[in-house]
């Protein structure tokens, strides 16, 4: 099994140097997202709020769609997507918060279907100035893209 962990170059050097001294067959770091092409299962646990791209245009870049997408602690609620700031005591972070309905549905065009969703109680988020926008509970998705034919799915290859 291949372990593909991407993140920005400051956090895959520190990940890469503990690695290094510890039993860790099939562990790689990238901070190009690319390098998960081919991928069968696509995993990021906390961390799309803070990338720039939407999720299809992510999944677009590293070629065929891997078969099972999981997405965990995900800030979502029940309305428009919008971005706000998150600050984390030393810097502050643009933060975009997902509408559920509009990222399941751009997940399902891709082909996927829902085989689960579930809620981080412990993870939650309070916006100031904000009515009706706080985040009780992150969110978390299995999707998984039945292979049957699709020529974009795992594996295959488009026909010109």
Not at 11 to 39: N, Q
Not at 67 to 92: C, E, W
């Amino acid at each position: 099994m291949r372990w593909l962990v991407h993140d920005v170059p400051s956090i895959i050097k520190v990940g890469a140097e503990l690695a290094s001294g510890r039993p860790s067959a099939g562990l790689e770091f990238t901070s190009d997202v690319v390098d998960a092409r081919g991928c069968t299962i696509f995993l990021a646990a906390g961390s799309l709020q803070y990338v720039d791209e939407s999720l299809p245009a992510l999944l677009a870049r590293i070629g065929p769609l891997p078969r099972h997408l999981i997405v965990n602690k995900m800030p979502m609620y029940d309305g428009d997507a919008f971005v706000t700031v998150q600050s984390t005591g030393r810097a502050f972070h643009p933060y975009r918060i997902y509408s559920r309905t509009a990222f399941v549905a751009e997940v399902v065009a891709l082909g996927y279907r829902v085989v689960d969703d579930w809620t981080n109680r412990e993870q939650h988020c309070e916006i100031p100035f904000t009515r009706g926008r706080d985040i009780d509970a992150y969110s978390g998705y299995y999707f998984v893209r039945d292979d049957s034919g699709n020529p974009t799915s795992e594996g295959a290859q488009p026909t010109p």
